[in-house]
Structures are given as C-alpha cells and as structure tokens.
C-alpha cells in the first residue's frame, strides 16, 4: 500500500519533510555536508511545494526562502554549497559556517512512498540519494513511543509534556490494569520506551515483567532505594534473570531526587529522548 500523504501531519520532525515529499510537486532538500557548527545533522531535511510552502526545518527562515527560490529553478538534483564558501554571495549564513544541500527538485516518489510505509510499520527505512550527493544513504528510524503506566499527578504530567512534544505516549492507568497481572495491549518494539510511574510498587513485578519481555530500548521505574531492593527480590522470585532486572532504569531522569511532578516528568522524558537519540545516530 501507497503511504498516504497526509501522514505527514503526525510524523515526528525527522520524519516531516520525507512524509511531505511523497506529493507530487515537491522538492526535497537534504544537508550532506557541514563545515564548522551548524544546529541542524548532516540528513536534516526540507520539503518545498509547488507553492513555495515548507515542510521541516532547516534554520531559521532566510535558508528556507532562498531554497525554495533556488531548487525552483533547477531540473536535475544539483549539491550546492550556501554559507562560507558559497559564491552565493549576497547570502551568508548567521553561524558563519558552510553548508552542501542536495536540492532535488523530482526526488523518487515511490522510493520515498516505500520509505514512509516501511515507517509506518515500525520498520527502519533509507533513501538512496542521486548520485551528485556525498551522502549516499539517509537512514530513517521509527518514530518515539512511550508506555507510560503509574497513577495520580506523575502520570499525569508525563502524558501531558508528551502531549506538548509530539511524543506519542499510551498511559495506562491503575484503571486500566489489574494488580498482579500483565497490561493488556502492552506491546514495545525496539523505538518504544517504557516507563512506570508507581506510589504503591505492588503493581510493578507482573509489569516490569511483561516489559522485559519486549524490546523497548528503555525501562524506568520510579522510587527510592528501599523501592528497588523490594523490585530486584520480587523479579527475582518470578524468574527474571538478573541481566534482565539490569535493564530496568531506578532511579529515573537525568535530575536527582525531583520531588515534582512536572519536574520529574522532564527529568524522565529527557533521559529517554537521550536513549533514543543514540538509536538515531546509531542508524
């Protein structure tokens, strides 16, 4: 099946202009090269349309601008060099650095249609880029999940900021569960996080359980240190390896001690954005 363009509208950032380019129409712009510090990867990409309008994000609107009034003048993919070194040179760069774009104005649609389909199924995906690039390949990765399961304010303010980022969460509350019992339709690939968010840690053994089961790249736990002795014996005594019991993340986030729940909420979301950025540049 022919992936949809309005897909788009729900990708992630890094997926954007690639969800975008599958319309006729549309130009794509892909960095190659970067000389100096620049605040975007080598990969970043951009959408333009027939119109002018943009999809993704490159700078901060000048670099945009003058992509879309150069691509539109080209028939053929063409690598050309903005910023120090250009000989644009009525155009410079606010960082004072060098960029390479591959302007293709007619990039492969049912290339970039198999990528996105390949995306949506949870499957990693690549662009092969024309032969005038010096980046041969652009790898892609599913896009971030979260399985957030706990109760009260902490819960709350996780599926709140995921809300905030475009991070696609499923909370399952102590509604949704039953204690001692694994969640049902609980399920994490290796682009899914999960994270239990618990004031009464009798709830955790059946999930934790459940979760190491999976693949998901990260699972947290919150509580003090008696909280993680008590997780460790109660694993234990359901079967799970202590490699496996190693995989759960306690204390949680990149801030000790929050004693908030907005607070802890950040801390947590910002250490599992830092996992799954390592997933990405691994790719």
């Known amino acids: ?27 794509l712009c892909t960095i190659v090269g970067i000389e100096g510090s620049f605040s975007r990867r080598v990969g970043a990409q951009l959408a333009i349309r027939a119109d002018g309008s943009t999809v993704g994000s490159l700078s ?15 028939h053929s993919p063409e690598v050309v060099r903005y910023g120090r070194g250009s000989p644009k040179i009525d155009f410079r760069l606010p960082c004072g650095g060098g960029l390479d774009i591959l302007l293709d104005p007619a990039p492969d649609r049912n290339a970039i249609r198999a990528a996105v389909d390949a995306l949506e199924q949870r499957d990693p995906a ?24 706990g109760e009260g304010p902490e819960l709350a303010a996780v599926t709140g ?3 905030a980022m475009g991070v696609r969460c499923r909370p399952f509350s102590r509604a949704d569960l039953v204690i001692g019992q694994a969640a049902r339709g609980l399920t994490g690939d290796r682009w899914t996080a999960g994270l239990l968010l618990f ?9 934790l359980e459940q979760a190491l089961a999976s693949q998901m790249f990260y699972i947290g736990a919150q509580g003090g240190e008696n909280a993680r002795v008590e997780r460790a014996m109660a694993l234990a005594a359901r079967g799970v390896s ?10 949680i986030g ?7 729940p907005t607070a802890l909420a950040l801390s947590a979301l910002a250490e599992i954005v830092g996992e799954y950025e390592q997933l990405r540049a691994a790719a």
Not at 60 to 74: P, R, W
Not at 199 to 207: C, K, N, P, R, V
Not at 242 to 251: H, K, L, V
């Open 161 to 163: 900021l995921c809300a």
């Open 242 to 251: 202590e490699e496996d019991r190693a995989r759960i993340r306690s204390p």
């Open 199 to 207: 004031h009464d840690h009798e709830w955790e053994a059946a999930l």
């Open 126 to 149: 690549s662009l092969v880029l024309p032969a005038t690039s010096p980046l041969a390949r652009r790898t892609y990765i599913p896009r971030m999940q979260l399985n957030v399961l």
């Open 60 to 74: 901060d609107g000048c670099l945009e601008a003058q992509l879309a009034t150069d691509v539109s003048a080209l």
């Open 254 to 260: 990149l801030i000790p001690g929050c004693k908030n």
């Open 1 to 27: 099946m022919l992936a949809d363009p309005a897909l788009h509208l729900s990708a992630d950032e890094d997926h954007a202009a690639l969800y975008a380019a599958c319309e006729p129409g549309t130009a």
